[in-house]
Structure formats: structure tokens, C-alpha cells
């Protein structure tokens, strides 16, 4: 009863108010709230874009500014300190900090006083320069802290050397004199100096010479001696073939022998051979290396000690502060080559990455090659000939999944398919003479590129899936109602059409696979592997050899170097090159993909 | 019993039905009912190419096409129009099997290309299409280039000779009226034509492998009148060389270029005339009411 009544009370009441409310017309503010102009999620979407943009751009400038500069010479700075030691090197980094009381204590009486003044003086905070003296083999250091309250004066001698050396690091020094066949040709620094210049070059190139003769002519000699004992090796096995198969005497095992023999009388000769070419060869080296011998410069050390540094082990040698702004830019540059076209030296510390440049370039290129038929081809039967349903559903689940499975799993994966079964296999069946030493039973860059393929085979797949996906389906219609199959429907309209989509995801794919580091330490990649899976010796591919690669080599440098300070700012340029080289192979694939486009996808209406 | 009788007297006196209310016999089939279309006996008397018998098609549980009888006489241009969702399209599509691809269409009945069996068990689909041209109604040429766009009938047919194809293509786009535009662009791609030229360009491609019947569905729909004129004069080039059976929603068009038209309702044949026949004297009020524009 009640509620009706109330009913009845609020019907004319609400009826009043809608009548009103049409009478004014519904809209009754006068300006659109903020939340409906989503001016606040803009301001967040902008935010977040601007807070990426920040870390990605404050990423980029660090390795670039860091990376830069790692190559640019800086002065030498000779400091005395209170305590008589003198320090020569170059000053790689500064840092402040409160020095404890000990430090002071163990300063001489005499300069005690002041350093307490300079203390003092800066709120009791020093200031302290970490110099890269070199040197290693006389001071077993290549860096030296020094403390500003420790130090006596500092000067930038006129005629310190600094030599970049094929071992031991660099060495710092005052020109002392120049010896040819142990005999003092030159004295006054400038003369020295004249002199190292005028020799250096040939000495130089003779070195190279020796080089070439060591590793090329020597390996050709190598070479040859290993495939004929190699040949032997498989002779034998195939005797001991026969033997178990058919039995001593028989006449296959006889046979065998006979090949047997022969293999090894060709080993005989050749070793013969050899042997003389070897003693060739020997000859000529030493001829060089006494050629070389007799040049050496005498240079003296900030503490007096004196050093004969011959000069075929001076890689470069510059008066650092003497250095005009286009001497600087010289050297600069020639580091740079050198850092892009040489071998490493020093434990990976100096030198080039030439190898790991070549190494990644040729494993993300197989890689590519390798992933890019296999995702279109996947890519294609899912979405073209399969028919839709839960299986393919799950497929399709578990494609996508695979990208998110931590890559050192793929790494293990790889190790154990490819290398050991693979591998194995592929070693017992064609390379057994030279067993138990693996050939394809280990890590190589074959392996590696195929490990990274599967990494990055679903980024391939959903990319290719997608493009097929947007093919008009007008356009395959018109094709089947010019009589063409499916299958050529597919290779002459859809795939061309969907290409700039499939180059997307290789470059995705190129991208994620070219830096990838973790699975590469199971399946190949070592710290050191001068000879390169593509060079002169037949059958000039070798995918079975392992290889250095840009990633590992960062690591490698910057948690597994002996002399990590002077490797941490290799790390940064090789990181610079590392992103520069994934750049370029971007940037090549989008140049591509860009004409594809042009070629298939512009439309006018 | 009324609509009994409507189908008693079908193709007895026209001049009865004439009397009949405005739309009686379509609101008759969209309740359902199924009628003897009207054809004019002057089509049963011609050559013919296309003979379509009892013909019913389904997308899945919904009937599309419900007993289509009719045949299309060789060298004419037969034009089909009716009401949007009639069924026009899935019946020129049912002509080349385009609507094999659509998983959920169930046929009965046949049809006969010149004599031989479109829906026959065995017949190959493939090999079937080749002896047809179809121009869609949104131009859909290939990613490839224009040469390659016209002779692609042959190209999958694997025909490689150089001067053969060069002789295809040039007589195709003289044909489809396109040959003095693009001539000097033979190379570059077909999507950098216009959407005219594009139309033009399908054409060609659908008269390249000489087709024995050409299908076309509302060539001209996204068109401007000069593409359309264009594509209009072809048409009437290509009369009495080919056999051409258009989909139109364009009266004017239909009255212009075809020689017979046919008037679809809701999956049936309604009439079937010749034009000039079927626009100035129908048989049904019917089709005149749709002619007309009375009926929507
Ligand atoms: N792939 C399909 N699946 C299910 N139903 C379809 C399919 N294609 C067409 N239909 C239905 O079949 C009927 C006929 O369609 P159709 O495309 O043949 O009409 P139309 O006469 O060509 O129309 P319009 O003039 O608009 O092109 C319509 O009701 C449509 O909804
Ligand atoms: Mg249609």
C-alpha cells in the first residue's frame, strides 16, 4: 500500500524533471568535461613515449660518446709524487673521494703537512687520477691510482713516446737513442725520433711478411700434411672395414691394404717434401727476424730504467704531446682502421675485431638465409592449407609461445641437436679419419646460425602469417578465376604481394638474432678464433669452425679481461660497432623491403 | 489458392498477370513461394553457351538460389539485374566455381558450357576457369607489372614463348581499349594505373586466354561516367566475339549495353527477356515496377 503511494507521489515529480530536462535540452554544462577530451591520457601516452625516447637516445649517447671516444690520443702527464715515485701515462679517468688516515700517515713527514693543507682545503676530499702508465713487464701494473695530496708536480714532457706494442701492452718513455746492429746511430730525441719514423714502415712490412709466411705458407704446408694423414687414417679404418666384414685375406681387405700402402707412401713424400719446404721457409723467416733485429730504440722509463724496444714489435708510436689537432685526427683514424680491419691482440684487450665483425655478419647472414624459407614455408601451410580448427589453433599458440623461451634454453637445444647429434652424425659418417677430434661434433658457426634460426623462427611466422593474412582476398579471386591453382595463385600473386610483410620479419628476426649473445657461448662463439669460416683454403666455407662474434666479444672484454680497464673502453666501441653493424643490416633490409613495396603495394585512387 | 492460381496462369497470358496488384508476385517469393520465371520465347531459339538447369545454391542453411533455369545465347550480352542481395553475384560466381572457395556452399542442379559439364563429378575445376574471363567488380589487378598482368593466363599456363605473349598482350589491351595508354609503360607496375585503366587492364586480362564467355560483376560500380562510357564501348566492341553475362545495378546501363536481360528476386529468375523487350514491354508488372524504380 505504502509504496504505491509513494509511487504515485514520485511519478508527477519525475515526470516534471524529465519534462524539464527536454525543455532545456539535455545538455546542461557548457564546456566538455576534461575526461572526455582524454586530454589526461594523452599527456600519460606522450609521457611514456618522451620517458622511452629518454632511455633509448640517453643509451645511444653513452656508447656513442664513450665508444667515440676510446681512440682519441690524449696527452702524457709525468707526476711526481712526495714519496720520489714518478708516474708516465696517459690519464683515463678521475674520481673524488675521502682518503682514509692510514694514506696520510704512510705519507713522507715532510709533505705531510701540506697534503693536511690541501685536505683541508677541499673539505677533506681528494681527488684522485687513475694514470695508464703501461710498462707491464717492468712494473707488473698497467694503471696507478694517484691522489692529488700525493702529489709532488706535474709536468707534460716535450719528448715522451708513447708505443703501441704487439705485446706487453704500451710503453711510455723519453727517446734515449737509436740502435742499428746495437750501435747508438742517434741521441737527441728529435734525431731518435727522425730515425724511428725512417725505419718503422720497412720494419713494418718485413714483419707482415713473416707473418704472411708463418700462417699462410707454413698453414698451406699443414694443410696438405693433415689431409694426407687424414688419408691414411681413412685407409686404415677402411682396412679394419674389410677385416670385420670379410676377414683377413680376403680380397676387399686386400685391396684396402693396397690403398693402404699407398696413402702412406704419399705421406712419406710429402713429408719429405715438407720437410724441405719447411727448412725454405724457416730460413727465410730467420733471415727476416735478424733483419729486423738490428733495429731497436733505447727509450728510458719516468724511473730512470732503460728499455731497448725492438722495433718489430712497435705497432705505433706518436710524441703525444706534440701531437697538432691533424696529427691527432691521424691517429685517431688509423685506431679506428686498425680496430675495424685487425686481428685482436693482447687477450681480445687490443688490436681489431675484424674477425668478430666478419664473424657476426656471416652468422646473421646463414642465419637469415636459413630462417626465412623455413617460417614462410610454416607460415604458409598454416595459413594457407591448413584447415582451421583447434589444432592448428594450438600451432599457432605454441608458435608464439617458442619466441618467449629463454634463448640460453635454445642455446642447451642447439648444443645437444645440432652439434652432438647432428654433428656426431654427420663426423662418424664423413669425417671418422679424423675421430675423436670432433669436426662438426662441436660448435661452429653453422650451429650457431642454425640455433639462432629456431630462435627467431616465430618472429618470421607471425610476421609472414600477418602479410598473408592482408593479402585482398580480391586478388587471389581473380587469379583462380584465371584458371591458376592454389599453389600458383600462392607463388605468383600472395607471396610476391606479401614480401615487404615477410622482409619485415626478417629484419625483426635479423635484429633480435644478431644480437643475441647467451645461446652463441654453448654452440660456437669463442674469444678467439683467428681464422675466419670463409677463406682461401678449399672448399673455402668452413661452417664447421667456431668464430668470435661482436656480442660475446663484449662480454668477453668487459667480465672476462685480464686488464679490464683498458678493455671496459673497447667495450664501448665495440658496442658502438656492434649496433652500428645491426643497424646497417637493418637498414639494407629496409632498402629492400622499400623496393619491394614500391614494386608490388603502390595503389592510386 | 490465389498464389496457386498465379502459377497456373504464368506462362499462359501475360496481359492477366498485368492486372495483378503492384508486387504481389514478389512479396509472394520473399514469403517463400517459388514461380515459373517468365522467358520470352524468343531466347529459347538461339545458340547457346550457357545453359544453366536447375540450379539451387546454399551458404550453409540459407538458400541463395532457388531453381534457376536459363540458358545464355553465344555472341550476346545478357545482362542480370535485381535488388542488392538477389543472389547475382553467387550466381555468376557459380558459373566459373569461384564459390568452391566459400567452405559452406552446397550446389544442386547443373550447368552446361557449351555442352560440357560444369558441375559434372570429375570435371577440373582448373582447366574449367581458363575457358572463362571474369571481371570483378572492384578491379583487382596483380602485383606485377602491367604486361605481366594481362598475359597471366598464360604465364600459369606455361606458355614461354616471347613473341607469343608480346602478341597476347598487345591484342588484349587493344581489345580492352587500353593499349594507347599504357604501351610505352608496359613494365611498370599495374597498381600505378588509374581505377579506370585498372578496369580496363582486368578486362584485358579476362579476354587474354580467349575465353569461350566473359563474366562481369558491375564492372563499372566504383567508376566515374567517362571510366564507365569507356568500359560501355568496350562492351559493345567485344559483342557478337564474345558471350558476355554482366552484373549491373545500373538500368540505364543494362538497357544500353545487353541484348537480354534478367531479372533476379530473392534467389529466383523473375523474367527473362530480351531488352529492348523487357524495358519497353514487360511481361510482368512486376519487373516493370523495378524498372521503373516503384519498387525498391
Ligand atoms: N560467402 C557467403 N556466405 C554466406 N552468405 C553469402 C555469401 N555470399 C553471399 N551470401 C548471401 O547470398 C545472398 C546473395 O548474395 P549475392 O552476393 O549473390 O547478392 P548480389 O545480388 O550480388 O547483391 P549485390 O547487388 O549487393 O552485389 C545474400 O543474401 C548474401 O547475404
Ligand atoms: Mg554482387
Redo the contacts with the bound molecule.
Keep these: 500500500m505504502n509504496s504505491s503511494k509513494s509511487s504515485t507521489v514520485a511519478t508527477p515529480l519525475a515526470q516534471s524533471r524529465v519534462a524539464e530536462r527536454v525543455r532545456t535540452g539535455y545538455r546542461t554544462k557548457t564546456r566538455t568535461a576534461l575526461a572526455a577530451h582524454g586530454q589526461p591520457y594523452v599527456w600519460l601516452a606522450g609521457g611514456m613515449l618522451a620517458l622511452s625516447l629518454a632511455m633509448i637516445l640517453g643509451l645511444l649517447t653513452l656508447i656513442l660518446v664513450r665508444g667515440t671516444g676510446t681512440f682519441w690520443p690524449a696527452p702524457v702527464i709525468q707526476v711526481e709524487m712526495v714519496d720520489g715515485r714518478i708516474h708516465m701515462g696517459e690519464i683515463t679517468r678521475h674520481s673524488s673521494y675521502v682518503p682514509r688516515e692510514e694514506l696520510l700517515l704512510a705519507l713522507p713527514a715532510q709533505a705531510m703537512g701540506a697534503a693536511r693543507a690541501l685536505l683541508a682545503a677541499q673539505d677533506g676530499v681528494s681527488e684522485r687520477f687513475l694514470i695508464r702508465t703501461g710498462n707491464f713487464e717492468l712494473t707488473q701494473e698497467h694503471f696507478n691510482w694517484v691522489s692529488d695530496f700525493a702529489i709532488n708536480s706535474t709536468s707534460y714532457p716535450q719528448w715522451a713516446l708513447l708505443f703501441e706494442r704487439q705485446e706487453w701492452g704500451r710503453f711510455y718513455g723519453m727517446p734515449e737513442a737509436f740502435l742499428i746492429d746495437g750501435e747508438r746511430v742517434a741521441t737527441t730525441p728529435a734525431e731518435v725520433w727522425g730515425k724511428l719514423n725512417e725505419h718503422h714502415r720497412d720494419v713494418r712490412r718485413r714483419w707482415q711478411e713473416r707473418r704472411a709466411l708463418e700462417t699462410h705458407e707454413i698453414g698451406k704446408i699443414n694443410y696438405a700434411l693433415e689431409q694426407a694423414r687424414l688419408q691414411v687414417r681413412g685407409a686404415e679404418l677402411a682396412v679394419e672395414a674389410a677385416e670385420g666384414r670379410d676377414g683377413k685375406g680376403s680380397p676387399a681387405q686386400q685391396k684396402a691394404l693396397l690403398h693402404l700402402g699407398a696413402a702412406q707412401a704419399g705421406l712419406a713424400q710429402l713429408s719429405v717434401e715438407a720437410d724441405a719446404e719447411y727448412g725454405r721457409l724457416r730460413g727465410e723467416i730467420n733471415r727476416i727476424n735478424q733483419e729486423n733485429a738490428r733495429f731497436e730504440i733505447l727509450v728510458t722509463t719516468a724511473d730512470g730504467r732503460e728499455r731497448a724496444l725492438p722495433l718489430a714489435q712497435i705497432v705505433r708510436a706518436y710524441t703525444p704531446n706534440q701531437l697538432s689537432l691533424g696529427e691527432k685526427f691521424g691517429i685517431y683514424f688509423d685506431r679506428w682502421l686498425e680496430f675495424l680491419r685487425d686481428d685482436p691482440r693482447e687477450a681480445n684487450s687490443e688490436g681489431g675485431v675484424f674477425p668478430a665483425i666478419f664473424g657476426t655478419v656471416v652468422m646473421t647472414l646463414i642465419m637469415s638465409i636459413c630462417v626465412v624459407p623455413f617460417g614462410v614455408l610454416a607460415a604458409l601451410y598454416l595459413r594457407e592449407y591448413a584447415k582451421a580448427g583447434p589444432m592448428i589453433s594450438t600451432v599457432r599458440i605454441a608458435v608464439n609461445n617458442l619466441a618467449g623461451v629463454p634463448s640460453i634454453v635454445f642455446g642447451v637445444f642447439g648444443l645437444g641437436f645440432f652439434c652432438y647429434l647432428m654433428g656426431g652424425t654427420i663426423d662418424q659418417l664423413f669425417y671418422s679419419a679424423k675421430l675423436p677430434s670432433p669436426t662438426f661434433g662441436t660448435g661452429g658457426i653453422l650451429w650457431a646460425s642454425l640455433t639462432l634460426a629456431l630462435l627467431t623462427l616465430p618472429v618470421v611466422i607471425v610476421a609472414t602469417e600477418e602479410s598473408l593474412a592482408a593479402v585482398p582476398s580480391s586478388m587471389r579471386e581473380g587469379s583462380y578465376a584465371c584458371g591458376a591453382s592454389k599453389w600458383q595463385t600462392i607463388r605468383r600473386i600472395v607471396l610476391p604481394r606479401a614480401m615487404p610483410g615477410i622482409m619485415t620479419g626478417m629484419i625483426l628476426a635479423m635484429a633480435r638474432g644478431a644480437g643475441e649473445v647467451a645461446p652463441l657461448m654453448l654452440v660456437g662463439a669463442v674469444k678467439l678464433a683467428p681464422e675466419l669460416p670463409v677463406d682461401g683454403y678449399a672448399p673455402f666455407v668452413h661452417l664447421e669452425r667456431s668464430f668470435m662474434h661482436l656480442g660475446f666479444h663484449i662480454f668477453d672484454l668487459g667480465f672476462q679481461s685480464q686488464n679490464s680497464e683498458a678493455a671496459v673502453p673497447m667495450v664501448f666501441s665495440t658496442t658502438l660497432l656492434l649496433v652500428a653493424i645491426i643497424a646497417l643490416l637493418n637498414i639494407g633490409a629496409i632498402l629492400l623491403r622499400n623496393r619491394l613495396r614500391r614494386k608490388f603495394m603502390t595503389s592510386q585512387f | 489458392m490465389q498464389l496457386n492460381q498465379t502459377q497456373v496462369t504464368t506462362n499462359g497470358s501475360p496481359e492477366l498477370l498485368k492486372k495483378r496488384s503492384m508486387d504481389g508476385r514478389l512479396k509472394a517469393i520473399a514469403a517463400g513461394e517459388w514461380f515459373e520465371p517468365a522467358v520470352h520465347p524468343d531466347l529459347k531459339q538461339q545458340d547457346v553457351v550457357l545453359e544453366i538447369t536447375g540450379f539451387n545454391l546454399w ?2 542453411a ?1 538458400q ?2 532457388f531453381d534457376i533455369s536459363m540458358t545464355i545465347p553465344k555472341g550476346k550480352v545478357t545482362a ?1 539485374i ?12 557459380s558459373v566459373n566455381r569461384l ?1 568452391d572457395l ?1 567452405d ?2 552446397r550446389i544442386s542442379g547443373d550447368m552446361k558450357l557449351n555442352q560440357d559439364s560444369i558441375y559434372a563429378r570429375g570435371v577440373d575445376v582448373i582447366e574449367l576457369r581458363k575457358r572463362m574471363g571474369m571481371v570483378a ?1 572492384k578491379s583487382n589487378p596483380f602485383p606485377m607489372s602491367i604486361y605481366e598482368n594481362v598475359i597471366y593466363p598464360l604465364r600459369i599456363d606455361g606458355v614461354r614463348d616471347k613473341a607469343m605473349l608480346d602478341e597476347v598482350c598487345e591484342k588484349s589491351l587493344r581489345g580492352a581499349a587500353l593499349w594507347d595508354e599504357v604501351k610505352d609503360r608496359l613494365q611498370q607496375s599495374a597498381l600505378g594505373l588509374s581505377g579506370g585503366q585498372q578496369q580496363r587492364l582486368c578486362v584485358a586480362r579476362a579476354i587474354a586466354a580467349e575465353p569461350e564467355m566473359l563474366l562481369m ?2 564492372p563499372c560500380s566504383a567508376l566515374d561516367p567517362i571510366a564507365t562510357s569507356k568500359i560501355e564501348d568496350l562492351i559493345d566492341q567485344l559483342r557478337g566475339e564474345y558471350t558476355i553475362l554482366i ?1 549491373t ?1 545500373n538500368m540505364q546501363q543494362a538497357a544500353r549495353v545487353s541484348d537480354n536481360t534478367a531479372f ?1 528476386y530473392l ?1 529466383q529468375l523473375v523474367e527473362y527477356s530480351p531488352t529492348r523487350t523487357l524495358f519497353q514491354k514487360p511481361q510482368l508488372t512486376e519487373t516493370e515496377d523495378y524498372i521503373s524504380g516503384r519498387f525498391g
Design positions: 551458404y550453409g540459407a541463395a538460389l542480370l535485381g535488388p542488392s542481395g538477389c543472389g547475382k553475384s553467387t550466381l555468376l560466381r564459390n566459400v559452406s556452399v567488380q560483376d558491375e552484373v545495378h533476379m534467389g
